[in-house]
């Protein structure tokens, strides 16, 4: 990592996202719906609901992502505090959210908690990917903010959240990428870290 808020992007890692996206831009829509409940239903099942902690961390899903409602919704019916991410002077903070309050544009295509929500530090996070291993390796949009986040809260559960077309043999990982502790599909979970 060149900075604090720098990195510089692979080019290995930029064409196995962009095929990832493509593959995951790709599939249909009602499968697509189908498999977000196949997903919640596994995340939901988790271990690291078991002793109640909070907040958790999820992302508003933009284009053809896996939808993590349905996980938001069960957590905060089981009464979990919430909260999503927002890019601040070009750090990803996270503010207090529950279903139905409301969003605001946030930049990159996101919806984010209202300005005016308090800032909070989340003990699990839910995070989006384009790609992913295995191991725990993940690929995003090639900015490092995720990865950023985990290095800066410290211990913190991280859940990939994502549809099993979106895996791939190997991600490259640098120094600065942080391996997720599991990674849930529609098809599996896999603890991971």
Partial sequence: MTSAT???PSPRKAVLRAEALARRDALDLDNRLEWDA????????LPAWKDGPGP??????????ADPRPILEGLHERGLPLCLPAIVERRMIFRHWAPYEPIVPG????LVPAPDQP???PAILLVPLAAFDRRG???????????????ELGPTVSIGIGYAAQEID????????????WIVTERETLRCG
């Fill in 6 to 8: 720098q990195v510089i």
């Fill in 38 to 45: 196949e997903i919640a239903a596994r995340a939901l099942a």
């Fill in 56 to 65: 958790v961390s999820a992302y508003w899903p933009m284009r053809s992502e």
């Fill in 107 to 110: 930049g990159f295509g996101t």
């Fill in 119 to 121: 800032e909070v530090r």
């Fill in 137 to 151: 390796y993940r690929i995003g949009y090639g900015k490092g903010y995720y990865d950023r986040a985990l290095s």
């Fill in 170 to 181: 190997a991600v490259p990982h640098e120094p600065h990428d942080r391996r997720l502790d």
